[in-house]
């Protein structure tokens, strides 16, 4: 049977010595949930001496209408292959399958129903590691509109991807066949930048990501530094050229300052002999002063900013020293200063100009902040009790002040309800050789509906409960709705309660975790009867009905 209507998707499949896994690659491939019918395999053997071609034209006879196989001489790396591929395709849409890996039976169904949802001209497909680390992150949920400039979606730059042709002829993009590592960087990077909406198919295992037993995959082997970082800068130069200066540029090019420069700072480093060390850091200075621009630093954590910082100034042995901080999970006690707060590593010293711009760790602190828990929730009444835990992160407990934070639909003025601070010496915590002294992170508090809101009842509606700490001038606040102890129930149930301002009209508070937040909803009772009867549970109001002959 001959199909002329234009195949939804060209599969893309580079072939060298592929063998035993070519097999099961292509098997995946012609079991895929989508129908032959709506694919185009364009395979080109890139001069396999193992059988990996015969394999391929076997293939191609069963499938006359819908494989291409291409022979060619040995090129030594993907990019000729792939782009003899692209030169081949008629496909709405490209998938490159590399031809030891496999994938999902649904991956191409699901990758094309997403892009024609969202108009996608790149849809990330799921990677799964098979004896190989892939990037996780960014996959942890499905994504309609994926915004580069933020988050993990530049730090996958493999080919395993769903990309629009059209969008691939108009901007000419094709595999740098010079390159002999990141020539996939540099493809995916271009097609990022020219993609009008990227998507990311989280919830199905794509593409299965094999490592060889014979170590053939070209990147399996060491990489060699100076050959990193020559090839990252052309990546450096390929994002400058397209992009303008600002949070985009910054986001990517701190992506290869990562991935790139910082991965041949690590812990060998502090290993190396002298005369190593300092080839090391004669190769990667002259970039890190390049790169590490204030926008660039901005998006760094503090290990990486002190290793850039002594990079630039070629100190060598100040480098491994951070460097041996860092992995030992950066201890030393951190420095209050002004409403700031300081790591405290070995280098610079904290009288040094470049150390507050260098170990300011206020945000990061701050965004793990509070460290919380509530241990019980009960009611009095109409008073409502909470008690548990909070402190700020790397902070002493000695003036700390904790505060039950209230807001209507989490919105509006809040009402604010100091805790009492409680003795809590078993919280006191050692990192290194410094103590942090959590002596009075524990709280109760107790919030009176009757007169919480200036003296009088809370109004009915929905008030997330939430906390704040505040202590040696660094203030943090946190929902609750995740930060319940094992003890406290998830359940709400309903508590009768007897308010001014309503008349006879009895009012009901539950209190709950809803949507990460804790939530209590007051509203009014259906009746004085029935909201007594929620004091004794449901199951005593249907009885309490019963024996009232209830109309």
Known sequence: MNV?????????LPVYNSMPYLEQTLASIAQQSIGMDALEIVAVDDGSTDGSGTVLDTWARKHPWRMKVVHQEASGGPSRPRNVGLDHAT?????????????????????????EKNGSDTVLAKLIGVGRRVPKQVFAKNVDKADLSKGDVYYTLMPFKLFR?????????????????SEDQHF????????????????????????????????????????????????????????????????????????????????????ADDAER???????????????TPGVLAEM????????????????????????????????????????????????????????????????????????????????????????????DQVDTDDLATEIVLRRDGAGPEIVVPAEQIASPHLTVSRGKETYDYGRACFRAAIDLATVA??????????????RCTARGLSAHGALGTALGGKVSRRADEHALSLPGAGKRLRTGRVGPRDGQLVL???????AVSAYALSFGWKAARAVRARINWK
């Not at 002329?4 to 893309?12: C, G, I, Y």
Request: charged letters at 25%; a negative charge.
């Open 165 to 181: 042709r059209e969008v691939i002829e108009k901007h000419h993009l094709r595999f740098p066949e010079h390159m002999r590592i």
């Open 454 to 467: 200036d003296g009088a009842a809370l109004p009915n509606g929905d008030w997330h409960i939430s906390l």
């Open 4 to 12: 002329s209507r234009t195949p939804s998707v060209s599969v893309v």
């Open 521 to 527: 909803r007051l509203k009014a009772a259906p009746s």
């Open 188 to 271: 995916v990077a271009r097609a990022y930048l020219h993609s009008k909406v990227i998507s990311i198919l989280g919830d199905y295992d794509c593409y299965y990501v094999v490592k060889r037993g014979d170590e053939g995959n070209i990147t399996a082997g060491g990489i060699d530094f100076k050959l990193m970082l020559e090839q990252a800068a052309e990546m450096v130069e390929l994002v400058t050229g397209l992009t303008e200066p600002g949070p985009l540029r910054d986001h990517l090019i701190g992506r290869h300052v990562r991935v790139e420069l910082l991965r041949g700072l690590d812990h060998r480093f502090p290993d």
């Open 301 to 392: 954590n503090v290990g990486e900013k002190l290793r850039l910082h002594f990079l630039r100034e070629g100190r060598a042995a100040e480098l491994a020293a951070v460097i041996d901080w860092d992995l030992a999970g950066r201890p030393g006690k951190a420095l209050v200063r002004e409403g700031r707060l300081y790591a405290a590593p070995p280098f610079p010293a904290p009288d040094s100009p470049a150390y507050e711009e260098l170990c300011d760790i206020t945000s990061s602190a701050l965004g793990a902040s509070p460290r919380r828990r509530v241990e019980r929730i009960a009611w009095k009444g109409t008073v409502l009790e909470l008690s548990g835990y909070a402190y700020v």
């Open 91 to 115: 496909g709405t849409y490209v998938f490159f399958v590399d031809g030891d890996d496999c994938l999902g039976p649904e991956a191409l169904e699901r990758l094309v129903a997403m892009a």
């Open 278 to 292: 300092e080839r090391l850091v004669d190769l990667g200075r002259a970039y890190a002063e390049q790169w590490a």
